[in-house]
């Protein structure tokens, strides 16, 4: 049997290519023979078996080389191809058939006409055309011909409307908001804190076939909800057909139908299911989440029959009406798309067609599936890894995806087969411009022109590119005229020209012209806006005002053309029309406070200031985010400045007093005050108000002060208004800012420095509406004024927690907030000892949060932190390098796997550009970048793990350096991320970032840290609180040395055979990894020699496991330590090597400690283990023995012995269990007298003559 198989897999490849004509094409392109695969290609057009394959792979060849023949190409076969739709399909928006132009050319509509009147083409691709062809009709104004076109898609286009909920990292799409469960009319929803929104009807929509959701909204990350109800005439089965973009889920009668858990942007009808209609109404339900990476959301719902033809007779509306819900087998199968259907077939059934893989892919492109395409394309390239067609579509496909690593591996890997390619010179182009390496990039414009012709628009814009850069401006000006002439519909050489016009004849009326007759023959928006713009400018306020309504009539519900008219009426004082305008646009979502905004100002104009506080008042609630509304709002209102209530008064004579005083030579500088205050309104935007006053004491303080800034975060928006040195004798100098750097010129000791900021705080995602705040009322330095003021809505009541501080502080209520205020005059000065705990731990501060539990927290990073837990591909290749030829049973074998994956094929790092502070990268991103900070490992952990079966866990920590119950309150102000683990043996906390760590070690920093263990789905109902994690991980820091010692003269010879075990051992990797051979011995002596007062020799040593994560390290040496032994007169001594330091005299030499010691600071191990076997010469007498000692308390075990085994044999062993904790000030005392103890012991010397 074993041989007839291995005789089918040889015979497998002729099978393969049996009477192929195509097979001498592959072998051409598998040898980079572009021509003569072409020619064998126009050769192979006549077979009536195989002409179109070699027509398919002709239209691949000619986009890889830049030839623009496909479309001609493609419409020659077009009739001869039995069933066109499949094609059509997957090459849609290539030059073959459509392009993606806005407007077609007459050639163009004639052959799309001709598609939708085809009996053989299928319906999605007919109703692709009527949108296509009623877009370009819509464009050119030929609104009669477009809307029929519109209307013949039959999509569902009544909606109600709501939202838009929180969508943070994507997280809105698994999240259940309300309105899946409430479709009735009265139904409210709260979206964010204070902001009550129902269910709306848009009256004023564009009706292009999709629904455009970005339009509805000011967000632009959301998750909204539409819904309307479907009468039908009788119970029957249709196609329930869905595209988009965004994620996307639909129900029909409360029955989850399709869900597109990632952002894809899709044509029609690619996610299609069998579904049941009841008789009488149905409620069809769309959910659209999007981010920052959807440009443009939208979605299409159509009802279709057997033939994908919209279903007769139904009738929709977006007002409630009563529906049944789903029953059991109303929703039934998925259909699979008819052309990635079709062309599946055809490769398993010619799976030696490299066209086949390149249809399907481009089929799977369509409707953004990337990991299908890419593994279709991965499968062709194992049967042909040269073909450049597959390759490129590889590139493509990558670049599509958005995964800039693997595109440049992919382009590299290209370049090497074939580098003289037209996307080779594109991207050497852009970059030798980047780098003002201009005479090579003209240069492979040059290489360019060669394949696509010196005509092309792609040219002649890289050569008008050129010449800007490099200031060419005659040249400049006759390019950009010859591309006007050329490319009459081009918008770039469309706006090029009109600015060349309007600067050489300063003629705005003339030089728009240019626009004006482009815009009448085709819509373009962005040169659309610059007309009018221009007009407005030029004071021609009627043509403004004319394509201001041409640009609604193109885009109804859009809300800038209608802001630019409210605008236009706005400022010709006819108010009325304005508030018109802004009605039309209530009808559009009343819930958009930009429109509030409008009618605020339309009223304060007016006069009408009752009527324009209410709309301010609105657009507040509706988007807290609104600064200058709200201090709009507050002057309406006759309120001064919110500031008022923080500025100081009369601050230059402080600071003169304070300037009188002597200078205090033991601190660098003081403060004269330090104030923060705080104001927090309704839906969690805030403002902070901050001013400080240093006095510089010496050059130390100086220097810190010199150079200085403010800080802020991302969601901050921050103003100096005030920064200036401050001398004695009352001059003022300004300080040089930028952005929040802050440069003091001319300070000199003795003067002050005087600050004033101000910051804007945005509510943004799911804890918007929350606040929290830590507040210090000391350092280690002298504040004279230290005041913390914070004012929140009278009915936001936060926690307020008051540590090292007296809880004594002002409330009182002022406008429609409670402000709280602590005021601290001279408060203690911090003093600085070693191994203190965190500052955090002790200083007098004000712990505030909104927050009520640290569920809210968990459930906040369980939303926005496992959003991007997503598996694809690449994760797929990760596991496949796991798990694919390994077996392992256990699942902490499984565990240690993933561990040891992500150890040697992923480093950390953290860069503020490539990461965000909390939501993780994409755990693709994050296996092909090879690169990630804490949370992006234990994304990537937990995916790998889930698919592995593993149950994990993420978990947020603030390491031990920060304090050991720093946070008092629920926060979010976590500074790492770890994973756990929960495994039969128990639950594992592991650290991911150290790549020489031992599975089952836990660093330092990580023991007894405060920490947050993330739920996973179906667990949000359990209580998450804070914890610490564990005094140690699995496997325990010890450190072990096993020492044998001879003397020769008064040589010490010393063998050491050092291990340590667990966290010890990734110290020392870490400190001995990567180094040259002459540096890394330098170490080693360095670390053998530590215990010695004299310089030691390395005659030897062995390293091993250091570039490794096994759970132990080791270093075998030997080396000499001249003058080891002391002769003194027929006397030697010497003290025995223990190689390992318990505890040193510098350490403890305090006298008098204030606060704890952090001994966990001091010391990494639990356990040292050392055994020393002295050998002395023969004949010798020992006449001296150190004396044995055992100390057994709550701050050590520590034994030492020793033991004369023979006549000049000496065996030492001393075991140690330390306490790595924090030691309280009040036991220092007796902690110091036992390292005392401990060194006098280790001290002494044995004696022998």
């Not at 988009?244 to 996610?271: H, P, Q, S």
């Not at 998925?334 to 030696?352: C, G, I, Q, S």
């Not at 969601?715 to 440069?743: F, P, Q, S």
């Not at 000049?1208 to 007796?1230: F, K, L, M, W």
Request: aromatic share 12%.
């Amino acid at each position: 049997m074993k041989k007839k198989i291995l005789f089918l897999i040889l015979l497998l490849p002729v099978l393969l290519f049996a009477d192929n004509p195509l097979k001498p094409v592959w072998e051409a392109l598998e040898n980079q023979d572009r021509a003569l695969a072409r020619k064998l290609l126009n050769d192979a057009l006549s077979d009536p078996q195989h002409g179109a394959d070699a027509m398919a792979t002709l239209l691949y060849l000619n986009k890889l080389e830049g030839n623009e023949s496909s479309g001609d190409l493609f419409r020659e076969w077009y009739d001869k191809l039995p069933d066109p739709s499949p094609y059509l399909y997957a090459l849609w928006y290539e030059e073959a058939v459509a392009g993606d132009p806005p407007v077609f050319e007459s050639k163009d509509i004639r052959f799309l006409q001709k598609i939708s009147e085809d009996a053989r083409v299928h319906e999605s691709v007919k109703s692709s055309c009527y949108y296509s062809l009623g877009m370009s009709y819509l464009l050119q104004w030929k609104e009669k011909k477009a809307l029929p076109l519109f209307d013949q898609i039959g999509s569902l286009k009544n909606w109600q409307v709501t939202g838009p909920f929180d969508n943070t990292n994507g997280s809105g799409h698994d999240t259940d908001y309300p309105p899946i469960q409430h479709p009735e009319q009265g139904a409210k929803f709260e979206t964010r804190a204070g902001l009550t929104v129902g269910w709306f009807t848009p009256t004023i929509l564009r009706d292009q076939g999709w629904s455009a959701v970005d339009e509805l909204f000011d967000e632009r990350v959301g998750t909204a909800y539409f819904q309307t109800f479907v009468k039908s005439p009788a119970d029957q089965k249709v196609l329930l057909s869905l595209g988009g973009y965004g994620k996307m889920k639909v129900w029909l009668n409360d029955a989850l139908a399709i869900d597109v858990d990632k952002e894809r942007r899709t044509d029609m009808d690619v996610f299609v299911r069998e579904v049941n209609l009841k008789q009488g109404y149905n409620r069809i339900l769309v959910q659209v989440s999007f981010t920052g990476n959807v440009t443009y959301p939208n979605f299409i719902v159509r009802l279709l029959d057997e033939n994908y033809k919209v279903v007769s007779g139904l009738e929709h509306q977006a007002a409630y009406a009563a529906y049944p819900k789903a029953s059991a087998g109303d929703i039934g199968e998925v259909r699979p798309h008819f052309a990635e259907e079709y062309f599946r077939k055809k490769l398993e059934n010619d799976p030696a067609g490299v066209q086949n893989y390149l249809l399907l892919a481009t089929a799977y492109l369509r409707s953004q599936d990337f990991d299908r395409a890419i593994k279709v394309l991965r499968n062709g390239l194992e049967m042909y890894p040269n073909n450049p067609l597959l390759n490129y579509e590889l590139i493509m496909t990558y670049q599509e995806k958005g995964n800039r690593t693997e595109t440049l591996r992919q382009l590299e890997k290209l370049r090497e087969l074939s580098a003289d390619l037209p996307v080779f010179y594109m991207y050497d182009f852009d970059q030798l411009y980047e780098n003002e390496e201009f005479q090579k990039a003209e240069q492979l414009i040059d290489k360019l022109a060669a394949f696509i012709g010196d005509d092309h628009e792609k040219i002649h814009q890289m050569r008008v590119q050129l010449m800007a850069a490099r200031q060419e401006n005659e040249k400049l000006v006759k390019a950009i005229n010859l591309g006007y002439r050329k490319f009459k519909y081009n918008p770039f050489f469309i706006r090029l020209w009109y600015l060349v016009q309007k600067n050489m004849t300063n003629n705005v009326s003339y030089a728009s012209n240019i626009l004006e007759n482009f815009l009448l023959e085709r819509f373009n928006s962005s040169l659309c806006d610059l007309l009018i713009n221009e007009k407005k400018s030029v004071g021609e306020m009627k043509d403004a005002l004319r394509w201001i309504k041409k640009s609604i009539f193109i885009s109804p519900d859009d809300y800038g053309p209608k802001g630019m008219l409210i605008n236009y009426y706005y400022n010709k004082k006819d108010y009325d029309k304005a508030l018109d305008v802004v009605q039309e646009l209530f009808e559009l979502n009343p819930y958009r406070s930009g429109i509030w905004v409008d009618k605020g100002r339309i009223y304060e104009a007016m006069g009408e200031e009752d009527e324009a506080i209410r709309a301010y008042k609105r657009a507040l609630q509706i988007n807290p985010n609104l600064f200058s509304e709200r201090a709009k709002l507050r002057e309406l209102e006759g309120k001064g400045s919110i500031y008022d209530y923080f500025e100081k008064k009369n601050v230059y004579p402080e600071i003169s007093r304070a300037l009188e005083a002597p200078l205090d030579e033991n601190y660098n500088f003081e403060y004269v005050f330090y104030e923060e205050n705080y104001v927090v309104y309704p839906g969690g935007a805030y403002n902070k108000y901050g001013t400080l006053c240093a006095r510089i004491f010496n050059q130390s303080g100086l220097d810190y002060w010199k150079e200085s800034g403010v800080g802020y975060r991302n969601n901050e928006d921050l103003n100096i208004d005030k920064a200036e040195v401050v001398k004695k004798n009352g001059e003022k100098i300004r300080a040089e800012i930028k952005g929040n750097k802050i440069v003091f010129p001319s300070l000199e000791v003795g003067d002050a420095i005087y600050l004033v900021y101000k910051i804007d705080g945005y509510a943004l995602g799911r804890l918007s509406n929350e606040f929290w705040y830590e507040w210090f009322a000391n350092s280690f330095t002298p504040i004279r004024h230290s005041v913390f003021r914070l004012m929140m809505p009278k009915d936001l009541a936060p926690q307020i927690v008051v540590k090292n501080l007296e809880n004594d502080y002002k409330q009182e209520a002022v406008e429609d907030f409670v402000k709280y205020e602590w005021i601290i005059e001279n408060p203690e000065v911090l003093k600085d000892e070693p191994y203190m705990p965190a500052f955090s731990e002790l200083a007098k501060q004000v712990q505030v949060s909104t927050v009520e539990s640290w569920d809210e927290i968990a459930e906040w990073y369980h939303y926005v932190g496992l959003s991007s837990a997503e598996e694809d591909i690449f994760v797929e290749d990760a596991y496949d390098a796991i798990f694919g030829e390994n077996n392992y049973e256990k699942p902490v074998e499984k565990a240690r796997a993933i561990y040891d994956y992500l150890c040697n094929n992923i480093r950390y790092s953290y860069v503020d550009f490539r990461q965000s502070g909390q939501i993780p990268q994409i755990p693709s991103q994050t296996i092909t970048t090879q690169l990630g900070d804490c949370k992006d490992l234990a994304t990537l952990y937990h995916v790998l793990a889930k698919k592995a079966g593993l149950e994990t866990h993420l978990v947020l920590v603030t390491t031990r350096d920060n304090g050991e119950q720093n946070m008092l309150l629920p926060t979010d102000q976590f500074n790492h991320a770890i994973i756990a683990i929960d495994l039969p043996e128990g639950r594992l906390f592991q650290e991911l970032t150290d790549s020489k760590l031992p599975f089952g070690a836990m660093p330092n920093s990580n023991v007894n840290a405060q920490a947050l263990v993330i739920p996973n789905n179906g667990e949000l109902e359990q209580q998450n609180d804070l914890i610490n994690l564990p005094e140690h991980g699995w496997i325990k820091p010890v450190d072990h040395n096993n020492v044998s010692v001879s003397i020769e003269g008064t040589k010490l010879v010393v063998s050491n055979r050092m291990h340590a075990v667990g966290s010890e051992a990734s110290i020392y990797r870490n400190y001995l990894a990567g180094l040259t051979q002459d540096r890394e011995k330098e170490e080693v002596t360095g670390l053998m020699g530590r215990h010695f007062s004299n310089p030691i020799e390395l005659d030897d040593y062995q390293i091993k496991n250091l570039n490794a994560n096994s759970d132990t390290f080791s270093i075998d040496a030997r080396f000499y330590v001249t003058g080891g032994v002391l002769k003194l007169g027929g006397m030697y001594a010497f003290k025995v090597p223990y190689l390992a330091k318990i505890v040193d005299s510098k350490t403890f030499a305090l006298t008098d400690r204030k606060w704890p010691f952090t001994y966990w600071n001091y010391e990494s191990a639990d356990e040292y283990v050392t055994e020393v076997s002295i050998n002395l010469p023969e004949g010798v007498e020992i006449t001296e023995m150190p004396a044995n000692l055992t100390i057994q308390n709550d701050l050590m075990d520590y034994q030492l012995s020793f033991e004369a085994v023979s006549g000049n044999q000496i065996e030492v062993r001393r075991n140690v269990r330390t306490n790595r904790s924090t030691i309280p000030a009040s036991e220092y005392d007796r902690l110091k007298a036992l390292a005392q103890q401990i060194l006098e012991a280790e001290e002494q010397h044995i004696v022998f003559r």
